[in-house]
């Protein structure tokens, strides 16, 4: 019991060290910010490090916790953008508020990515390995098609959509009055978006994530989770119910990566399909990967050195990528060689037996 007790205390402390981290970079950014220390270029790359964040931590929790691989996390992450921006436009007479309109979209597009993660999940999830990562594949992709065939327009008589799949519609289509906006016209994507999303509202969704994977992972249901990851058979053996706990874990993720897809697509004047392809979900699985599988600080400090690399190899002009790809190298070499990993386990014994603590 007291080693249970002990070991709540020490995840306690790691969690609050967390959101500590995470609240210690927004006040630094911010001030640096008003005081205008930071250029244009790192400005506009905030509020995308928030939405990164948010899917890198959302699939920690799919791939880290639940130790599942799912290679189809931007399919959500677009339904929540597209979703999220069709839903400002819309309300964008009607609430001329943007703050509530950011509000709006964002619940608007975890709704519909935790919808989507149902019906892909049900199915999904019953296999396992190799063939649930191209099973999860193949519904990001079908779902970037999907996007790429819809039209969707809003006037005073409502939204209107169409699905153009045989290529013989465009967004005239739709019959729209003089006072309608176009809102996703197909491949084209949506543009005219208004950008109103903002860092503050990038910090608070991952405060957000944040609280709700953590303790999640800390509660009965997590732990149910990391024993189906540990041990299948066993934990069927003693009445997990897999599919159910599996289901909740990656539904979960979805609406995040919803979530964080609502705030990229209102930070940006045009947001196409294409944005949200293959790549992108290798690039957030990276960031999982680089940081440790189930270590979401590691998630979150990942992400950040990740994307703003290659943006400080920008001088180096066309060996840019090259020492982009060998720097990945190195990390992971680095961070998956035991003798620096014990090397580091004996630093923080002996700092440990200095401060006069018993080593177990």
């Known amino acids: 019991m007291k080693s249970y007790l002990k070991n709540m205390k ?4 790691v969690d609050f060290a967390t959101y500590l981290g995470v609240i210690l970079a927004f006040v630094i950014v911010t001030v640096c910010q008003n005081m ?8 506009g790359m905030l509020v995308p490090i928030c939405c990164y964040v948010v899917m890198a931590v959302s699939l920690n929790l799919t791939v880290g916790i639940l130790g599942e691989l799912s290679l189809g996390h931007a399919g959500f992450m677009s339904v929540g953008a597209f979703s999220g921006v ?10 001329p508020n943007e703050l509530v309109r950011v509000v709006l979209a964002l619940v608007v597009g975890t709704i519909f990515a935790a919808i989507t993660g149902v019906i892909v ?4 999830l019953r296999l396992r390995g190799d063939y649930l990562a191209i099973v999860t594949l193949a519904f990001g992709e079908i779902i970037r098609d999907i996007i790429n065939c819809l039209l969707v327009g ?14 013989t519609k465009n967004i005239d ?21 208004d950008r109103i999303a903002t860092f503050t509202v990038g910090f608070v969704l991952v405060m957000i994530t944040l609280v709700v994977v953590l303790n999640l992972v800390r509660s ?5 989770v990391m024993a189906i990851r540990d041990n299948r ?3 069927e053996s003693v009445g997990i119910n897999i599919t159910k706990y599996k289901l909740i874990a990656f539904v979960t993720s979805a609406a995040l990566a919803g979530a964080a897809g609502a705030l990229f697509g209102l930070n940006y004047a045009s947001v196409s399909a294409d944005q949200f392809d293959f790549n992108t979900s290798i690039m957030v699985l990276v960031y999982v990967v680089l940081g440790g599988l189930g270590n979401i600080w590691g998630s979150i400090v990942a992400t950040v050195v990740i994307y703003v690399l290659p943006e400080a190899l920008r001088e180096y002009a066309d060996l840019r990528m090259l020492l982009y790809a060998i720097i990945l190298i190195v990390v992971m070499l680095v961070t998956n060689n035991p003798t620096i990993w014990n090397f580091f386990a004996r630093v923080h014994q002996q700092l440990r037996e200095r401060k006069g603590g018993q080593v177990e």
């Open 121 to 124: 999940g049900v199915p999904v």
């Open 173 to 193: 289509s739709l019959g729209l009055s003089e006072n309608g906006i176009e809102i996703i016209k197909g491949a084209q994507g949506a543009s005219g978006n």
């Open 36 to 43: 205008d220390l930071l250029s244009r270029q790192v400005t």
């Open 233 to 235: 058979i066993a934990a």
């Open 86 to 95: 069709v839903t400002s436009m819309c309300l964008s007479e009607s609430i």
């Open 154 to 167: 809003w006037d005073e008589n409502g939204l209107h959509i169409a699905l153009n799949i045989d290529g």
């Open 220 to 224: 009965r249901t997590g732990r149910a």
């Open 10 to 13: 020490s995840v306690t402390k």
